[in-house]
């Protein structure tokens, strides 16, 4: 038995997936979900790419800064812990130091490759403008230990649409 449309299929989802080479295989509900579609479909912003390369895929497309909006996507950077970057997309504000953000696969254990909703980020980096974060880290019912760089957030608004 022969499958290649399977197989084809299979290899473009591993190419377009949060991660590079991770399939997305299912809705997050009782499936797996990676960052980057999810972030896609929650903020209708189309870009495509890992999610560290979002950042400048947005350059010329979409509006970025630093301050966090309802809707817009905050990037985290790549580092030797996060190697492919991650996508979540801001909820609410809280306050000027902290966002709350719904996100796929942040989380390992039970939380692994699902999607979590209205999760705490706070903006930890001496400048308050959100360069380094934490996140709510579902496995300790607490933030992570861990601080992330990120580079910022992408708007929904396209920049033609800006002016």
């Given at each position: 038995?022969?499958?290649p449309?399977?197989f084809a299929?299979?290899a473009?989802?591993?190419l377009?997936?949060?991660?590079?080479?991770?399939?997305v295989?299912g809705?997050?509900?009782g499936g797996?979900m990676w960052?980057?579609p999810y972030a896609?479909?929650e903020?209708g912003i189309?870009?495509?790419?890992?999610?560290?390369?979002?950042?400048?895929?947005?350059?010329?497309r979409?509006?970025?800064?630093?301050v966090?909006?309802p809707?817009s996507?905050l990037?985290l950077r790549?580092t030797s812990?996060?190697?492919?970057?991650?996508l979540?997309?801001v909820?609410?504000v809280?306050?000027?130091?902290?966002i709350?953000?719904n996100?796929?696969n942040?989380?390992?254990g039970?939380?692994?490759g699902?999607?979590?909703?209205?999760q705490?980020?706070?903006?930890?980096s001496p400048?308050?403008?959100?360069?380094?974060?934490r996140v709510?880290?579902?496995?300790v019912?607490n933030?992570?230990a861990?601080?992330?760089p990120a580079?910022?957030?992408?708007y929904r608004q396209?920049l033609?649409?800006?002016?």
């Amino acid at each position: 038995m022969r499958f290649p449309g399977v197989f084809a299929l299979l290899a473009l989802l591993l190419l377009t997936a949060c991660g590079g080479g991770r399939a997305v295989t299912g809705s997050g509900a009782g499936g797996f979900m990676w960052c980057v579609p999810y972030a896609r479909a929650e903020s209708g912003i189309q870009l495509a790419g890992d999610a560290w390369e979002w950042w400048d895929a947005a350059a010329g497309r979409y509006a970025r800064g630093v301050v966090p909006r309802p809707g817009s996507i905050l990037v985290l950077r790549r580092t030797s812990r996060l190697r492919d970057g991650h996508l979540s997309v801001v909820s609410r504000v809280v306050s000027s130091r902290e966002i709350r953000v719904n996100h796929a696969n942040w989380a390992n254990g039970a939380a692994k490759g699902r999607i979590t909703q209205d999760q705490p980020v706070v903006d930890v980096s001496p400048g308050n403008d959100w360069s380094l974060v934490r996140v709510w880290y579902p496995p300790v019912n607490n933030l992570g230990a861990s601080s992330y760089p990120a580079a910022g957030f992408i708007y929904r608004q396209p920049l033609m649409a800006a002016r």
